[in-house]
């Protein structure tokens, strides 16, 4: 079982999380490490406190222990619904040059 707990706006939030299988739970962990809060731009869903981060992870817990889908599964969902953004490390393409920094 995994606990997640955060603080935000003076509430504090503990998420509580089952997972069949160690590696269930691993999958979890390492899709929020990857994953960007579409809020609080420079932190992942692990890190952040922001409600659209907790609707995030539940979404990801969802398509992980109840549609099993896997990591690639995951990703390829969230970029067609909130574009490459979500990927906390997005490809390196045209789209994407001002997320790596620009020209700078």
Sequence with gaps: MCLWAGAGYGQTAIEVRQFSSPQQQALYEGLLTELRCLVCQNENLADSNAE?????????????????????AVKTFLVQRY????????????????LWGGLS
């Excluded at 659209?52 to 990591?71: H, I, K, P, S």
């Excluded at 953004?85 to 393409?93: A, D, G, I, K």
């Design 52 to 72: 659209l981060a907790g609707d995030l992870r539940n979404e990801v817990y969802a398509m992980v222990t109840q549609q099993g889908l896997d990591e690639q």
């Design 83 to 98: 574009g490459n953004f979500v990927l906390y490390r997005p490809p390196v393409q045209a789209s994407t040059w001002l």
